[in-house]
Structures are given as C-alpha cells and as structure tokens.
C-alpha cells in the first residue's frame, strides 16, 4: 500500500537555528499539504500546494517559514530560525486532486523539540 | 471561519461496549467530514468519511451519521476491542478561494478497557 514518506522522523534543534523537513506524496497525488499539530490538539493546515503552485498560504508564518514544491512531486518545509514555540509535530499529507477525489492520506510527521 | 467541535475530548469504555464522538460544524457549505485515528507517534489515519450527499455510512464496526440540518456529524464504534484504544479527530471541508480545505476537531482521546 502507498504511503506518504517524510523524514527527518524526529527533531531535536536549538532555538535560532534552521531547520528543514522533506516529504514525498503517494505517487500520483497531485496535491500536497504540510500541517502542525501540537500537541493535544488537531492537525491546523500551514500551506498547500497544487502540483507545483501553492494554492493556500495563509496560515505560514512566512517571515521564519517557508516551503517549496519545485517539481511538483516532494516537498521541503523550512523553518529559520526556529522558536521555542515552533515546539509540535509536522505533518505531511496528500490527495489525488484538490477538486475531485477529497481522501488526505497523512505521512507519519516529523517531531520538532526546539531548546 | 469555520470551527468544528468535537466532544467529547476523553471517554473510557469497557471492552465490547460502544463508543459514540460527535462533532458540529459551522459553514453550511462544507460537504465532505472524514473522521482520522491516530495513534501514539503516528500520522493520522483515514477511517471513514461521508459526503453530504448520504445521511450514514457504515464499516464493518464503525459508522458515521450526518445530520446536515443540524451541523453535526457522529463516529460510532461497535462491539470495541484494545487496539481501538487512540486518539479520533473529526473534519470538515470547506472551500476558500477555491482551495480545498479540512478543518479538524480538537480530538477525542478513546481508551478502551479490558
């Protein structure tokens, strides 16, 4: 069974620092969304992309976050510098088409510790 | 914006009981509520869904209702074994600027008890 792939699985950085999470879609969906969810609480969408477009930005915090799709297949979320409160885990997700069929699969989320 | 509630946020059940989570939504447009488990250091998982086109949807052990009059949606699990002991978010999805959107529960965490 296909499944969306990230890596790194878990994070420890100190604050200031850069860091970054990779993705990798189920091959075929052509639309992918990277989420925080911390803890105790639901997954809140930070930026989606459609194909190689982001379609919905509104809830990054693009003056230390920032997130690519350059060929329309995986993608990179960048955090610089990283904050305490950036402290959650990261989830990727992915679906076949943003107007049709409407099933997000979740990738297994990185963990970010920010000391 | 939109908000989903869910409730409620823990409930403990005996083994082979019943368990029933429920969530209401604000936007009258949205017309897709998936419901997700996600266990401990795992990424959610998809587990059912319903479209606002059916009033039920069943499972196996699981179902989901949709009363779209009311804005509420319900997860209901028969018959409970341990390993559906995890966390359950509900969602609703609505559409912005032509962008796609789920806007998830804060979560039920369900322990099931031997």
């Known amino acids: 069974e296909a499944e969306v792939a990230q890596s790194p699985r878990y994070k420890i950085t100190e604050k200031s620092q850069a860091v970054a999470f990779w993705c990798d879609p189920i091959s075929g969906h052509a639309t992918l969304y990277w989420y925080r969810q911390i803890l105790g609480q639901g997954p809140e969408l930070l930026v989606q992309?459609?194909?190689?477009?982001?379609?919905?930005d509104s809830q990054l915090p693009k003056d230390r976050f920032s997130a690519e799709r350059l060929k329309g297949v995986d993608s990179t979320l960048k955090i610089q510098p990283a904050e305490l409160g950036d402290s959650a885990m990261y989830l990727c997700?992915?679906?076949?088409?943003?107007?049709?069929?409407?099933?997000?699969?979740f990738g297994p989320g990185t963990r970010l510790t920010v000391t | 914006g939109e908000n989903v509630e869910q409730h409620p946020s823990t409930l403990s059940v005996q083994e082979g009981d019943s368990a029933v989570i429920k969530c209401t939504y604000s936007d009258s447009a949205s017309n897709y509520f998936p419901w997700y488990k996600q266990e401990l250091g795992k990424g959610p998982q998809l587990i059912i869904d319903?479209?606002?086109?059916?009033g039920e949807k069943k499972d196996q052990r699981i179902a989901v209702t949709l009363n779209k009059t009311a804005k509420h949606f319900s997860l209901h699990i028969t018959e409970t074994q341990p390993e559906d002991s995890a966390v359950y978010f509900c969602?609703?999805?609505?559409?912005?600027?032509?962008?796609?959107?789920?806007?998830f529960g804060q979560g039920t965490r369900l322990t099931i008890n031997p």
């Open positions: 319903i479209r606002s086109n059916v």
């Open positions: 969602a609703a999805r609505i559409i912005i600027q032509g962008a796609q959107k789920l806007v």
């Open positions: 997700a992915s679906s076949l088409a943003a107007g049709g069929s409407y099933e997000q699969y």
């Open positions: 992309f459609q194909d190689e477009s982001v379609v919905d």
